[in-house]
């Protein structure tokens, strides 16, 4: 089975990002959107798209930053994780260097930090 990549972009599409499977999924599995959702009073979701105003990017930006910095303390060469689940309940799992997760991450940390520089509004397609 596939996994989900996402599309962000701002400037009505002018400026795109397209995530990888493995991040994406990484931050649904890792409870980043729920968490996110939870404190800030969001409804980001997979397989939904939503726009974001600049303060909600911004704290996008911050809690990115945050597991920026959770990753790079980590000490497994590879992250592993469960993204989505077969009809028999089983788990599909998958496995990604951690220093390709990080990059992807701060690349998503900077896309979002320049709409925000930019006081632009953000889609999230995930």
């Known amino acids: 089975m596939q996994m989900q990549q996402s599309l962000v972009s701002m ?34 979701d997979q397989f939904e798209e939503d726009e974001a105003e600049v303060l909600v990017v911004r704290s996008v930006v911050e809690e990115l930053e945050r597991r920026v910095r959770a990753l790079r303390e980590l000490d497994e060469y590879d992250v592993e994780f469960v993204y989505r689940w077969t009809s028999e309940h089983k788990p599909l799992t998958t496995s990604v260097p951690r220093e390709l997760l990080l990059s992807e991450l701060a690349t998503f940390r900077d896309f979002l930090a320049g709409a925000v520089a930019n006081d632009c509004a953000v889609t999230f397609a995930l």
């Open 11 to 44: 400037n009505e599409g002018g400026e795109q990002l397209r995530l990888s499977g493995a991040l994406s999924e990484w931050l649904f599995a890792s409870k980043f959107w729920s968490d996110f959702n939870a404190s800030h009073g969001t409804m980001f």
